[in-house]
């Protein structure tokens, strides 16, 4: 493709107009949408407007005007994203908090089995938090096995399988529905992260007969650093299971003031604390840039960036290491190189801007509300120019920053 073809294919693309829906600064080719979405372009006025009007003038009486309602009423905008029903997902919290919650309430309820079993290289938060919270529950255990061993470890014992839909390196994706059901079949629960899923791919929860999940909103919601997480619980699980961190917004009557703790019916009971209002109401105005944009038009651009991503940055001599079906994939690509630190610095200061993940992976995020052809196509030829004149080298790019 050349770049007079890119730009064809940005004048043809049915999301093109999207793009005006964010604020992208003009000196960079933004490619990190997959670990902090890019500023929407409403997302100012909504909070000063949130800011000076609801908390300045109207004070405390907004908690009756919309606030308390938020996490309800944001959880409902993000369950047809994913797949859910309205009432079977809530916005709180952060996805590690989320993670804690449903592990322990998932053990407590799994009738004397005892392991949770998860993936080797995992992203890390979802492995040390299982770890907590096994750790909390009497009898409890962790079991952490590659990726192709799963199905194996599957046995009567597991109460548990938790995994992240989409990998946060290598952008594999696993296939919900075969997953669920192995796990069903073992009478296990079945845990999804949906961090790197959430917007970037179809997901259909409850057509796949998933029982639990948490995700970000940071990413592509495009919530702000930072934002609230979410969690889903499938309706049917929602009387048996128990939100350990019992605090007073999950309780049924929270302003009844009572001593003893009784929890909230339906999904309100996994709130835990006061909910971030602030946070929510960039939450709110990111998950709006996806409307009426469906699913599947965002997959199918996001199959065209990936390839034509992949060609380029292939021969620019990077090995790709994410798959090439995309019912395999998530939103974005990576490519494994031993100088990919240096590299990624490098494109960062060219005004490339994707992230590096240890101990070898350059990784793009393909965020198809706001990346275009042409941008993909910019930052290849950028790379190649970058591979092919070898001024990585310089000693400056092998400075570690603290956040990558
Ligand atoms: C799969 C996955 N889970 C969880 C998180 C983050 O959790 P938290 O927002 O609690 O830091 C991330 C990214 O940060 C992630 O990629
Ligand atoms: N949450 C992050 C942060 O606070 C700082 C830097 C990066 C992040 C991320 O989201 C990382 C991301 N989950 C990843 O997939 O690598």
Redesign the pocket.
């Known amino acids: 493709m050349t770049r007079d073809e890119a730009r064809a294919a940005d004048a043809r693309d049915p999301l093109g107009g999207v793009r005006a829906r964010f604020r992208l600064p003009p000196d960079v080719i933004y490619l990190d949408g997959?670990?902090?979405g890019a500023l929407p372009a409403t997302t100012p006025g909504a909070m000063a407007a949130g800011v000076e009007t609801a908390w300045g003038n109207r004070l405390i009486r907004s908690w009756n005007e919309g606030w308390v309602e938020a996490p309800r009423r944001i959880g409902d905008r993000i369950a047809p994203l994913i797949g859910a029903a309205p009432g079977e997902v809530i916005a709180c919290d952060s996805t590690s908090a989320n993670l804690y919650k449903l592990i322990v309430a998932a053990l407590r309820a799994a009738g004397g089995r005892t392991t949770v079993l998860s993936e080797a290289g995992n992203?890390p938060t979802d492995l040390h938090v299982a770890e907590g919270a096994v750790a909390a529950v009497p009898g409890a255990r962790l079991r952490v096995v590659a990726r192709d061993d799963i199905a194996d470890a599957l046995d009567a014992d597991t109460a548990l399988l938790l995994l992240t839909h989409v990998h946060?390196?290598s952008g594999r994706r696993f296939d919900m529905a075969a997953v669920t059901a192995a796990a069903h079949d073992m009478g296990a629960t079945v845990l999804w992260d949906l961090?790197?899923s959430v917007g970037a791919v179809a997901v259909d929860l409850n057509g796949a007969g998933a029982d639990l999940a948490v995700g970000?909103g940071?990413?592509y919601l495009n919530g702000g650093?930072?934002a609230p997480a979410f969690l889903f619980v499938a309706e049917r699980h929602q009387a048996r299971l128990a939100n350990p961190l019992s605090g007073w917004f999950g309780h049924a009557e929270p302003f009844a003031f009572t001593d003893d703790y009784r929890p909230a019916d339906g999904i309100d009971r996994w709130l835990c604390g006061t909910p971030p209002v602030l946070g929510l109401m960039a939450l709110e105005a990111g998950i709006a840039t996806f409307d009426g944009v469906t699913m599947a038009a965002l997959e199918a651009k996001s199959a065209a960036l990936f390839d034509l991503f992949r060609a380029r940055g292939e021969a620019a001599g990077l090995h790709c290491i994410t798959p090439v079906d995309p019912a395999g994939r998530g939103s974005h690509i990576s490519f494994r190189h031993p100088e990919a630190w240096p590299i990624n610095s490098a494109l960062i200061e060219a005004g490339v801007i994707g992230?590096f993940?240890t101990p070898d992976v350059l990784?793009f995020g393909l965020t198809p509300l706001y990346t275009g052809f042409e941008d993909v196509w910019r930052a290849t030829e950028t790379l190649g120019a970058i591979m092919a004149d070898g001024r990585w080298r310089a000693a400056r790019y092998a400075e570690k920053a603290r956040?990558?």
């Open positions: 997959n670990s902090l992203f946060y390196t961090s790197h970000c940071y990413k650093p930072g992230d993940r990784r956040v990558t």
